[in-house]
């Protein structure tokens, strides 16, 4: 676990309890991702959707370790990726494409969390990628989508 010595303010009093709620668990999501060796430097990420809003949800800070993420730290954007609120961090531009990508079409998706595990990052380097060809791969087929990379994400479609 890495030390910082970073103050950053409460927003507790200045949100709603829900988004407070929704703050304090995606802040542990993360220290979670952390303690498990998920993070995958600064390529993992996880948000959620601001109760009450369609259109906002909450990214990770860029420029703190996972297991450093606050309630308090957490950046609350738009759908066009805009700050809501103000917030010292910015926000990681390869994170904000998908994730925002996905909240605005699922507007049931509470939470989006996208890790690069060793079985993952396998797969997907695959040209063909996830294939039919055990149970396990047969059980996420139906639900499986594709997100095409951008310019933002520093790479390019195959």
């Known amino acids: 676990m890495s030390q910082s010595t970073l103050h950053v303010p409460s927003l507790r009093d200045k949100v709603s309890p829900e988004e407070w709620a929704v703050r304090v668990d ?3 999501s993360y ?3 952390a303690h498990f060796g998920w993070e995958d430097l600064v390529f993992t990420h996880i948000t959620a959707r601001v109760p009450g809003s369609d259109d906002q949800f909450l ?3 860029y420029g703190l370790f996972f297991d450093e993420i606050t309630a308090s ?3 609350k954007v ?3 990726g805009n700050k809501v609120e103000d917030s010292p961090f910015p926000v990681n531009p390869a994170g904000f494409v998908i ?3 996905i909240h605005a079409a699922r507007h049931d998706a509470r939470c989006v969390l996208h890790t690069h595990t060793l079985n993952g ?8 990628g996830l294939l039919p060809i055990s149970q396990h791969s047969m059980f996420v087929l139906a639900s499986l989508g594709y997100h095409a990379w951008s ?3 520093g790479t390019t479609p195959r």
């Open 121 to 128: 990052v396998a797969v997907a380097a695959q040209r063909e």
């Open 31 to 33: 220290r979670l991702v």
């Open 99 to 101: 994730h925002s990508a």
């Open 151 to 153: 310019r933002i994400s």
């Open 78 to 80: 738009d759908l066009a």
């Open 26 to 28: 995606l802040a542990a």
């Open 59 to 61: 990214i990770n800070p």
């Open 73 to 75: 730290s957490l950046v």
